[in-house]
């Protein structure tokens, strides 16, 4: 399985984008997916993450009540709605899969990886 990510560009703050990351070569349905992010000078991290079984989400406190990520498996994606972004959110954001039934924070616990996508928001 490939994953593909999309859906970033150029926003003002308080505006929404919504990401999506593409399975091809195989189905995500049993694959727990991650949304990571890094933006300029820092380490990536976990922002969102969704399991296959439940399916079970988990956000990072910073992100909480912002962004909302979701799966569509006849579709084999994964979306991360983004809303009210502020400045801070601007970073390349990845997806990333695992084939558990848990989600993980860890970058180290997924094996597959989209590229990034961009996400700048403007003030």
């Known amino acids: 399985v490939q994953l593909q990510a999309s859906g970033g560009g150029l926003v003002q703050a308080g505006g929404s984008l919504r990401l999506s990351c593409a399975a091809s070569?195989?189905?995500?349905?049993?694959?727990?997916v991650a949304w990571f992010r890094q933006g300029p000078g820092e380490d990536r991290k976990a922002v969102a993450q969704?399991?296959?079984?439940?399916?079970?989400?988990k956000y990072a406190d910073s992100v909480n009540g912002q962004f909302t990520i979701s799966r569509d498996d006849a579709k084999s994606t994964v979306y991360l709605q983004m809303n009210n972004l502020k400045p801070e959110d601007t970073a390349v954001y990845y997806c990333?899969?695992?084939?558990?039934?848990?989600?993980?924070?860890?970058?180290?616990?997924?094996?597959?990886w989209g590229q990034g996508t961009l996400v700048t928001v403007s003030s």
């Open positions: 070569g195989g189905t995500l349905s049993r694959f727990s």
């Open positions: 969704i399991s296959w079984y439940g399916p079970r989400t």
């Open positions: 990333a899969g695992r084939r558990m039934s848990t989600v993980s924070a860890r970058q180290v616990d997924y094996d597959t």
